[in-house]
């Protein structure tokens, strides 16, 4: 059963329709000034940390997340934003072990970087599932999830909302690359984070502020961190599980990297990157807490999951109620152009180059631009498709994500912290325990077979488990095959260092991570 959503007032569509003609023309002006293929991929490599964080921030967040956080807030409190908070420990991880590597070795692509690290075979097999889980995971989940959100306010048809978006997203983006997408990244972020502000703001008056709320919510919505006996998220799946996948996530994925890659310097980079992990904190206060706040007003809502359409419907007059659908817009854009970019990224530097090794820098453009346009229109006609799988395909997709990561999150952890690591460890890595990892979470998702696994066992902890026997596979391994040519191209993390050391940087961490700390002592 659907919500019941108000139409919208024509002041709704006038608000709608200005955001976007401004966020088109900003990408379009940018993308007049591109000048060859690196501005196209990598911004030129001149981005300064304001567009690197919120680039980050707004590339992170999607339809999914606005209405799903929302929708967990009104069913269990705070403690999704777990998802959030636990971010800014593998963002430090990528602004400090991973970042000096990617932009000391000048690498394009994660692809690239394995090669660098291990062998040609390696980047292959990056390469080709980089592109295939963007456009038929992030870009077609994107797609659907917001097509259906659209389709609910606007009334227009599913398709049509898919389609809309598709063609306001892929305009700057085939235009301008990178270079416009960090640019309307920064405004949709600031928008998003605005209109998310207000909104919670609203929210608390009508509930009657804080004490109100705290008063007609369970205790244990306020936390974070639960008992091991938890049924929907035990503490120790945080700890020990989240870390493998936001490592894949945040330090390893083209998608989220790609900021980075582009940064003018490791200063910027790594400034840019803590920059984002300070924005990270206010999801739990602006994108959860909303939820909250519902089911302190209205406990006997259907679905959790119409919390957000219900929110924006119920709470907000005409024009405020427009400016909240952009918010919802600009989260779908963000996701939508960075997942198009990274695609276009990878097939042209990882795959096409690799065909043809001597095309020009004007050939190279022109196929980025075409990888972007075929991937949209894949995921398109992909996207509907989405609808078809039963009702836990999000929970589904984030299952198989957690078993995807353990090899790919290993395999980077290995190459930048241990010198040793050979090339035949990785790619036996890729080749063998990709499938027996993705196999084992398929498996633990079916609870196949019966009374096999622990009750209590969460994916998050299988990842865990999953990683660190990765590990001690590829320890083994190396020990075993000869060490990779690498190890003598590649400078030491001690080296890019000594070399650019950004005190500022490390103490910004040290203020953020004190927050955090501070944060989860308040909320435990």
Excluded at 63 to 85: D, I, T
Aim: charged share 10%.
């Amino acid at each position: 059963m659907q919500p019941d959503v108000q139409s919208l007032a024509q002041i709704d569509f006038v608000i709608i329709g200005v955001y976007i003609l401004i966020l088109v023309v900003i990408g379009m002006m940018r993308g007049r000034q591109l000048h060859g293929d690196e501005d196209f991929f990598l911004a030129g490599r001149n981005l300064k940390w304001p567009n690197i964080g919120f680039s980050i921030f707004a590339s992170n967040i999607s339809a999914e997340h606005l209405v799903g956080l929302a929708g967990a807030g009104y069913m269990f409190g705070l403690l999704h934003g777990n998802y959030e908070w636990m971010a800014f420990g593998s963002l430090l991880l990528l602004a400090f072990v991973f970042a000096p590597f990617y932009l000391a070795t000048r690498v394009s692509t994660m692809p690239e970087f394995l090669e660098r690290r291990y062998s040609s075979r390696c980047r292959d097999f990056l390469s080709y599932l980089n592109v295939l889980t963007t456009i038929f995971i992030r870009l077609g989940v994107s797609l659907y999830a917001g097509g259906l959100v659209i389709h609910l306010f606007l009334g227009w048809s599913l398709q049509t909302c898919i389609l809309a978006l598709s063609v306001i997203a892929t305009s700057y983006t085939i235009v301008g690359g990178l270079a416009a997408i960090v640019i309307t990244d920064t405004f949709q972020a600031v928008i998003m984070i605005s209109g998310s502000v207000a909104l919670t703001i609203i929210g608390l008056a009508k509930v009657g502020g804080i004490h109100e709320l705290i008063a007609h919510v369970p205790a244990n919505y306020w936390v974070m961190l639960r008992p091991a006996s938890d049924p929907e998220m035990p503490w120790y799946a945080i700890i020990f599980g989240y870390p493998v996948l936001g490592i894949w996530y945040w330090c390893t994925d083209q998608l989220m990297v790609q900021r980075v890659l582009g940064a003018k310097n490791l200063r910027h980079g790594q400034t840019g990157i803590i920059f984002a992990a300070f924005l990270k904190i206010l999801p739990v206060f602006i994108f959860v807490l909303p939820g909250v706040i519902l089911f302190a007003l209205n406990p006997n809502l259907a679905n959790g999951d119409y919390a957000y359409t219900t929110i924006v419907s119920s709470w907000l007059p005409a024009g405020i109620r427009g400016i909240m659908i952009a918010v919802l817009i600009a989260a779908l854009l963000s996701t939508i152009d960075s997942a198009l970019n990274a695609i276009s990224t990878i097939f042209t530097l990882d795959i096409f180059k690799k065909w043809l090794p001597n095309s020009s820098h004007e050939k190279l453009l022109l196929i980025g631009r075409i990888a972007t346009g075929v991937s949209m229109v894949i995921a398109i006609i992909w996207s509907p498709m989405i609808g078809k799988f039963p009702k836990g395909i999000f929970i589904a997709i984030n299952q198989l994500i957690a078993a995807v990561a353990p090899p790919l999150t290993a395999l980077f952890l290995m190459g930048v912290l241990w010198k040793r690591t050979t090339a035949r460890a990785a790619e036996w890595t890729l080749w063998f325990g990709s499938p027996v990892c993705v196999a084992l979470g398929i498996a633990q998702g079916l609870g196949w077979p019966e009374n096999f696994w622990p009750h209590r066992l969460n994916f998050m902890f299988l990842a865990f488990l999953m990683l660190i026997g990765i590990i001690l596979f590829m320890v083994i391994v190396s020990f075993f095959t000869e060490p990779v040519r690498s190890e003598k191209t590649l400078p030491s993390l001690a080296e890019i260092n000594r070399n650019e050391r950004n005190g500022k940087s490390y103490l910004f961490a040290s203020v953020l991570t004190m927050i955090m700390v501070g944060l989860y002592i308040i909320f435990s």
